[in-house]
């Protein structure tokens, strides 16, 4: 089994920054793409940034500029680094994982249990 554990959320101001953190821990063979998705309260889920494993980013467009992704893969870490936040960025954050446990399996999809990030004065 794999588990992703996120670290990082909180309460920040506008303007400020949060610098979120997954860990993939477990039998892990490959970790291929990782991402970091949002749910805000009655919104749907939205994908925030995702990184393959040769670290090429993707970002939504409402983060773009303003938040940066990146991977450590001998920790098989991703973080997410947020600047310039909006209140309109208040949400879960939860961190996916794309793993292989073996060689030749199919990856699988693996979640966080997501962490809070709300913005406001």
């Known amino acids: 089994q794999v588990q992703l554990v996120e670290s990082g959320g909180g309460l920040v101001q506008p303007g400020g920054s949060l610098k979120l953190s997954c860990a993939a821990s477990?039998?892990?063979?490959?970790?291929?793409?990782m991402g970091w998705y949002r749910q805000a309260p009655g919104k749907q889920d939205e994908l925030v940034a995702s990184?393959?494993?040769?670290?090429?980013?993707v970002y939504a467009d409402s983060v773009k500029d303003r938040f940066t992704i990146s991977r450590d893969n001998a920790k098989n870490t991703v973080y997410l680094q947020m600047n310039s936040l909006k209140p309109e960025d208040t949400a879960v954050y939860y961190c996916?994982?794309?793993?292989?446990?073996?060689?030749?399996?199919?990856?699988?999809?693996?979640w966080g249990q997501g962490t809070q990030v709300t913005v406001s004065s």
């Open positions: 996916k994982a794309d793993v292989a446990t073996h060689y030749g399996l199919v990856p699988v999809e693996y």
């Open positions: 477990g039998t892990i063979f490959t970790i291929y793409a």
């Open positions: 990184v393959t494993s040769h670290s090429t980013p």
